[in-house]
């Protein structure tokens, strides 16, 4: 059975890892058909997850076989961090591109199954990491629904995003919105991910048509089913560049937007997810 592999790094939106704080996620596949297992490894300053395929189990994924491994890799993370809300998987590792590879008529390693209230659940050992000098490690926990990962993955590649000849307008708006959403992979600031997440979310609510303002809200609040109100909080603080704050008021709301930035863009992950899933799949 061909097996294809894909080692991820794992970025918690609201803490970005650093040389001084590192961060390990602990992922468990729920909901398990047996076509997905994970390896987790403490590495710094981001986790990385080896994530093993059986290929033969979905005839969807045999989809992935006709792109490049870069292509693979980038479409996967793309399902594993719009299917999780909190955080965002990316195929960079500070300093490079981690590996995917395809390996045919090879078994993934044995993992542990064990039935849950919730599904199957599957359990692989946890790789220890070397001895690294560090000020901090942020250790959480993450369960996956594989269902849900196998479900957005198809989504994307029915969408084409990698086949834009002849498509309209609404499509490559779509295409240019996961486009943006994937730069968000490569930003190591919190500033610059905020940046990123915002355009793609932009451009996916703005995907059939334009709109600026409270019309935006109303619109984006609409399609990611958040208030009117937090809508507006996320497009004023990504206009703070913008825009030269004239007044006292303007000053004063952006400075207590700034003192809610981990909630921010929490919340703007949450809607950009929301958005690009609303669009792939009407």
């Excluded at 061909?2 to 609201?14: E, Q």
């Excluded at 590495?43 to 990385?48: A, F, N, Q, V």
């Excluded at 542990?112 to 209230?117: C, L």
């Excluded at 490690?137 to 000849?165: A, C, R, V």
């Amino acid at each position: 059975m061909n097996t294809l592999i894909v080692k991820l790094a794992a970025v918690l939106v609201n803490y970005p890892a650093t040389p001084r704080l590192s961060t390990y996620i602990e992922l468990t596949i729920v909901n398990s058909k047996g076509i997905i297992s994970i390896e987790n490894k403490k590495e710094t300053p981001r986790s990385i997850h080896e994530f093993t395929f059986k290929l033969g189990k979905d005839d969807k994924l045999n989809e992935l076989l006709c792109l490049s491994k870069d292509e693979i890799a980038l479409i996967f993370a793309t399902a594993c961090s719009l299917a999780n809300e909190g955080v965002l998987f990316t195929p960079i590792q500070l300093g490079g591109y981690l590996d995917t590879s395809i390996e045919l008529d090879k078994e993934p390693a044995e993992a542990e199954i064990t039935d849950t209230p919730n599904g199957k659940r599957i359990t692989v050992k946890i790789t220890t990491f070397n001895k690294l000098k560090l000020e901090k490690l942020l250790m959480t926990t993450l369960n996956l629904d594989e269902s849900q990962i196998l479900d957005t993955l198809g989504k994307l590649l029915s969408y084409g995003k990698f086949n834009t000849p002849n498509r309209n307008r609404f499509e490559l708006n779509v295409i240019q919105a996961i486009n943006n959403y994937q730069d968000a992979f490569k930003t190591v600031s919190g500033s610059s991910r905020y940046n990123a997440l915002y355009i793609a979310f932009e451009k996916a609510v703005n995907a059939d048509g334009d709109r600026e303002g409270p019309d935006f809200d109303k619109r984006a609040s609409e399609i990611t089913e958040l208030p009117e109100n937090v809508m507006g909080d996320l497009r004023h603080f990504a206009d703070r560049g913008k825009h030269i704050q004239r007044n006292e008021k303007d000053i004063e709301m952006l400075k207590n937007l700034e003192k809610q930035f981990h909630s921010l863009i929490a919340l703007l992950k949450i809607a950009t997810d929301r958005a690009i899933l609303y669009r792939i799949q009407s």
